[in-house]
């Protein structure tokens, strides 16, 4: 979490390096939340995170040191890393990805019993197998690659 008394910082307060500095770190964020949640995490959410990056310890040393040796935004393990423990870490984000995901869940769902013939669903309810296929369906679905 950002530390209080850093979580002031703006833009204006950075001096032109730093300002670089933060906006490469901020890509790099971007890319990698991109990454771990597709399209899951809303704009608005990784807009929020990002803004808020100057506000951590680690990113602050970065900015105004430029050394790369806590946090390296050209590091893709570690940025993925830094961008994993940012988004868990934020409630209202870890929030908007559970509404996603029930989003996507709803919304496979619906494709699924849309795909099935005529009175296929009513059979496989009687038969007590439907919540089953439409389950294995889902998680098919959501553990697939993004594409």
Same mark, same amino acid.
């Given at each position: 979490? =950002?530390?209080?008394?850093?979580?002031?910082?703006?833009?204006?307060? !950075?001096?032109?390096? *730093?300002?670089?500095? &933060?906006?490469?770190?901020?890509?790099? #964020?971007?890319?990698?939340?991109?990454? &771990?949640?597709?399209?899951?995490?809303? =704009?608005?959410?990784?807009?929020?995170?990002?803004?808020? !990056? /100057?506000? %951590?310890?680690?990113? #602050?040393? %970065?900015?105004?040191?430029?050394?790369?040796? *806590?946090?390296? =935004?050209?590091?893709?393990?570690?940025? $993925?890393? #830094?961008?994993?423990?940012?988004? *868990? /870490?934020?409630?209202?984000?870890?929030?908007? &990805? *559970?509404?996603? @995901?029930?989003?996507?869940?709803?919304?496979?769902?619906?494709?699924?019993?849309?795909? @099935?013939?005529?009175?296929? /669903?009513?059979? @496989?309810? $009687?038969?007590?197998?439907?919540?089953?296929?439409?389950?294995?369906?889902? /998680?098919?679905?959501?553990?697939? =690659? #993004?594409?």
């Amino acid at each position: 979490m =950002p530390d209080q008394a850093q979580s002031k910082i703006t833009h204006d307060a !950075l001096t032109a390096t *730093e300002r670089e500095r &933060l906006a490469k770190l901020e890509q790099a #964020f971007r890319v990698h939340a991109a990454a &771990l949640h597709g399209d899951a995490l809303s =704009p608005l959410m990784v807009d929020t995170l990002a803004t808020s !990056l /100057a506000g %951590y310890a680690v990113v #602050f040393s %970065y900015l105004v040191t430029g050394n790369t040796e *806590e946090i390296d =935004p050209d590091d893709s393990k570690e940025m $993925r890393r #830094f961008a994993r423990s940012v988004i *868990e /870490a934020d409630d209202m984000a870890q929030r908007n &990805l *559970e509404f996603s @995901l029930g989003q996507r869940k709803a919304e496979l769902e619906a494709e699924f019993l849309a795909g @099935l013939k005529r009175g296929e /669903a009513l059979n @496989l309810q $009687r038969a007590g197998i439907l919540e089953q296929r439409k389950a294995s369906y889902v /998680a098919g679905k959501l553990d697939a =690659p #993004f594409v």
